[in-house]
Every structure is written in C-alpha cells, then in structure tokens.
C-alpha cells in the first residue's frame, strides 16, 4: 500500500516539480546532520535522497548536487519519512544516523535534494515553549489549521544548551482544530503533558509546539 501511495504521490507531485536549476542540495557525511532551509516565506518540498560511500570531493561541497548514485541499502520508505518531518516548514534539521528502515551503513554521504515554494502570505506561524501560552488571532473571520507539530525540529528554540535529537515531532493538527478551529481568538496554555506521548526517538525535554493557521472568511 506504501508503494502505491509513494508513486501516486509522485506522479502528482510531478505536475508541478521546478526546473532542476531550482533544485537545492544537502549533502551530509559521517556524524553530520542534514539541514534544509528555504528563505523567509518559502516552504520545503524534499524530491529525492541518494546514499552512497563518501569522498573528500563529496563531503567538501556540502551544496553541490552528487548525481544519481545507486545504493541498495536506501529503503523507498526513506523520503516518505522525511517528507513528513520537512515539508511545509522553513527549515528542516534530519538524524545524522540511518533512521531504522535503512540498512546503510554510518559511513555513507546523504543527499536530500529539495526545493522551495512560496507560502501564502496569509499564513501565520506561531511558536510555543512549554509553560506559555500559545495565542491564536483572526482580525476577520475565522481560525483554520494548516500545519501544527509538537516536538523539536532544530537545535535552539526553547533550550539555552543546543539539542542533538531535533527530527521529533508529533502531529496534533486534530488536537489544534478541536481547541482553535471556527474560533477568532485561542489560547493554548502549554503543560508539559498536553500533547504526550511523544515518539520514543525524542529524549527528554524541552518540547515546543509550532502551529501555521489562516484566517478564513
């Protein structure tokens, strides 16, 4: 069933892939996590992961396309893990190490190849520490819920000491809509507990919640 999903996804998403020289290129070797950023406005759309045996060429040109390189040990399921964790957001931090549907090896180049896409301009991002309070506002009409995730995705926001675990989130879009859909105003006051449990693969604390919402007539 994930194949059939994947491929219709794709054939989809082929309607509207960029030219390949608005292709971007992370490419992270050994201990190094790939990161992926679009400009203030703009969103992620991840096209592609190749894996495959580092050289000094490849690992100094950390934003230069690879190719094409073919490797057994990537599982199909990869990109669709990480489209998850990075699409629709402006910035993306990815495990250093081969998530659990891989067979690679830890001595291996990633490339994530992905492009950006202008948001909206009626969308509004709010970012969240637990222990304060999340404010939702429409000016005119009402609250509707894009994108929301509970979790950590890079190394600073609500922490003094940076995070190394920054691939963790829990999708509470349901949740979100439950307490904040229909309404001109909400505030979700962020308790520790409020959106747990959070997947095994995050670690302790802190935690932060990040919600894109618009305002619909």
Request: hydrophobic share 30%.
């Amino acid at each position: 069933m994930f194949a059939c999903l994947t491929t219709f996804a794709l054939l989809a998403a082929a309607c509207f892939l960029p030219s390949e020289a608005e292709f971007l290129y992370d490419v992270a070797c050994h201990e190094d996590s790939n990161e992926l950023r679009c400009p203030e406005g703009e969103v992620i759309r991840l096209e592609d992961v190749n894996y495959g045996p580092p050289t000094p060429a490849i690992c100094g040109a950390r934003d230069q396309r690879v190719g094409h390189y073919s490797s057994g040990c990537l599982n199909h399921l990869t990109a669709v893990i990480y489209s998850v964790i990075c699409n629709d957001w402006e910035y993306c931090r990815l495990p250093s190490e081969p998530i659990s549907v891989n067979t690679c090896d830890e001595n291996h180049f990633q490339e994530v190849v992905y492009s950006c896409h202008k948001l909206s301009e009626s969308f509004k991002t709010v970012t969240t520490c637990v222990g304060d309070t999340a404010k939702l506002t429409c000016d005119k009409g009402h609250i509707w819920i894009d994108k929301s995730n509970y979790g950590r995705q890079d190394t600073n926001t609500c922490t003094e000491e940076p995070e190394n675990v920054t691939w963790c989130i829990k999708d509470v879009n349901s949740r979100l809509d439950e307490l904040c859909g229909g309404k001109s105003e909400c505030e979700v006051s962020l308790n520790e507990g409020d959106f747990y449990p959070v997947p095994e693969e995050c670690g302790p604390p802190p935690y932060y919640l990040r919600v894109r919402y618009t305002c619909k007539l």
